[in-house]
């Protein structure tokens, strides 16, 4: 699910062309044969399909290591009771994490 938002957000927000990371594996394998599984992930993994392929989206996979803010940010929403959207600015809580993976 928090793919398809990431992406249902980047094509919202006129955010395209995209690359699109994931640290979940198996989804991105998934999405990236583009064979719908006939399991309870099914639905979203075809929403996920119609999608990227309607725009110019990348799914790609990125170990947890390699995103510290993702995961962080990750942590700060299963904690939130309301969806949070940042466009030109960041919690204070991945503010440094940030900064840090900007390039020099």
């Given at each position: 699910?928090?793919?398809?938002c990431g992406i249902c957000g980047a094509v919202a927000a006129g955010l395209?062309?995209?690359?699109?990371?994931?640290?979940?594996?198996?989804?991105?394998?998934?999405?990236?044969?583009?064979?719908?599984?006939?399991?309870?992930?099914?639905?979203?993994?075809?929403?996920?399909?119609?999608?990227?392929?309607?725009?110019?989206?990348?799914?790609?996979?990125?170990?947890?290591?390699?995103?510290?803010?993702?995961?962080?940010?990750?942590?700060?929403?299963?904690?939130s009771t309301e969806d949070n959207v940042w466009f030109e600015s960041c919690?204070?809580?991945?503010?440094?994490?940030?900064?840090?993976?900007?390039?020099?």
């Amino acid at each position: 699910m928090t793919l398809l938002c990431g992406i249902c957000g980047a094509v919202a927000a006129g955010l395209v062309p995209a690359i699109v990371e994931s640290d979940a594996k198996v989804v991105v394998d998934t999405v990236n044969l583009g064979v719908v599984p006939s399991t309870d992930i099914g639905n979203i993994i075809a929403d996920i399909l119609y999608l990227i392929h309607s725009n110019p989206i990348t799914v790609s996979f990125a170990p947890r290591i390699a995103n510290s803010v993702a995961h962080s940010l990750a942590k700060l929403e299963i904690s939130s009771t309301e969806d949070n959207v940042w466009f030109e600015s960041c919690p204070p809580c991945v503010e440094k994490l940030v900064q840090a993976d900007m390039p020099l």
